[in-house]
């Protein structure tokens, strides 16, 4: 007869207790020991990356706010009557309306310098026919300074009805209705390029550097004109033949060297090395005629 022993099953929990600690493992709230150790950590890191990021954020704040007043600083000092202008002197100015144009830009007395356009006021007094090339100069702290070189009037020009006063490059510096003073005359037929404008005809511009190459006293007195294709001249009652308007520089200095000693006739420079005189009764009829013979 065999007998048989009832054993008790353990309680599964104390099992699972005892494996625990069987195998030398933390008990299971371990791991929520560990993680209330490196809360702490963790929140410390990030109030200390919120702080560097708020004392950076500030630095860049009060570096914005003092560029900002700098700027504020400069922008005013440029706009106050410390730095606006109080002098403004002009020097080779005879003919051009520098005043008038000096105001229309602005150029007066209390307007900040930083307030003037340098650019702008320069291109504005260049369009005055009578200004060959013109500077302003801000000098601060209240000064501006404007430098003008005008053209040379050289001739009377007959054009059409009127007559234009003509400069030694050419432009047009004045219209008359009659020759107003004392000066060349050039009667040569072209197209009128209005007020400002330049005459660019070769005929007009040799006559222009001969008339330039003369004494002024007798370019005063003289009259060119073109006949037969040829230049020709009125020099102190002397009819002088120029040819074409090429080495007039030279034609020129031939003509002063002969014209006190030249016999009565017509002087001929159209070779300069070589000069003529031509008796006068021997010159075509029509040339004659435009001279005035």
Same mark, same amino acid.
């Given at each position: ?11 599964a929990?104390?099992?699972?207790t ?11 709230? =371990? ?8 809360d ?35 922008a ?10 109080? *002098? ?11 005043? *008038? ?7 007066? *007395? ?11 006021? *320069?291109e504005?007094? =260049?369009?005055?026919?009578w ?14 300074? $404007? ?9 009377w ?10 400069? @030694?490059?050419?432009?047009?510096l ?15 037929? $072209? ?9 660019? @005809? ?10 330039e ?27 002088v ?6 080495e ?13 000693s030249?016999?009565d006739?017509?002087? @001929? ?7 003529a ?17």
């Open positions: 007869m065999k007998l048989f022993s009832i054993r008790k099953k353990p309680d929990a104390k099992v699972k005892r494996l625990f600690r069987g195998r030398g493992s933390a008990p299971p709230n =371990a791991k929520t020991d560990q993680s209330s150790k490196i702490p950590d963790i929140a410390r890191r990030r109030r200390q990356v919120a702080e560097q990021r708020a004392r950076s954020l500030m630095r860049r704040s009060l570096m914005i706010l003092a560029v900002m007043a700098v700027v504020g600083g400069i005013w000092l440029f706009s106050s009557p410390y730095l606006s202008v109080e *002098e403004v002197a002009v020097s080779g100015v005879h003919n051009a309306a520098v005043d *008038e144009i000096l105001a229309r830009h602005r150029v007066v *007395e209390g307007r900040p310098l930083a307030a003037i356009r340098v650019g702008s006021v *320069e504005g007094l =260049a369009a005055d026919p200004v060959a090339s013109a500077s302003v100069k801000l000098v601060f702290p209240t000064r501006v300074e $404007v430098y003008v070189q005008e053209r040379k009037p050289a001739a020009m007959q054009l059409e009805d009127r007559w234009g006063l003509l400069a @030694d490059d050419g432009v047009i004045d219209y008359v209705d009659f020759p107003n003073s004392a000066r060349s005359v050039i009667r040569i037929p $072209v197209e009128d390029p209005g007020l400002g404008g330049q005459v660019s @005809d070769e005929d007009v511009l040799g006559a222009l550097r001969f008339l190459a003369i004494p002024e006293d007798m370019a005063k007195r003289s009259a060119v004109q073109v006949i037969g294709g040829d230049l020709w001249v009125m020099v102190r009652r002397r009819a033949r120029l040819g074409a308007p090429v007039v520089a030279s034609k020129a200095e031939s003509l002063l060297v002969i014209l006190d030249a016999p006739g017509v002087i @001929d420079v159209t070779a300069p090395g070589r000069p005189v031509s008796a006068w009764e021997i010159v075509d009829p029509g040339v004659k005629n435009s001279l005035g013979g």
